[in-house]
């Protein structure tokens, strides 16, 4: 599995003076608030408009708004589910190795 950090698309009008950003789904609300703001702070800058946040699955399907909360949701549970799996074959290849040895 790769793993990429979260993304915001960023589109500047420069006669507008005007900046559009749409963040990642899996981003954290506080980090994308603050960058608003950061942006909103740049000397020349009138506003700032915030799209749908967005998710690329591993499919590498784009989705927006609530399809793709629901898509990130359903990752992750696939991801918990996929790594206790493992967690348990590996104990269970362990242990019956352990058993082998000693018998």
Known sequence: MITVPPLMTLLIHEKLKEIFINFDAELKPEVSANLAILLKNIRGVKDVKIGESFFINKDHKYLEGDEAFKELKKEIKENI???????????NILKNFYFDSIN
Do not use: L, Q
Not at 81 to 91: G, L, P, Q, R, V
């Open 81 to 91: 589910i996929n790594s206790f799996m493992k967690d348990k074959i590996e104990e």
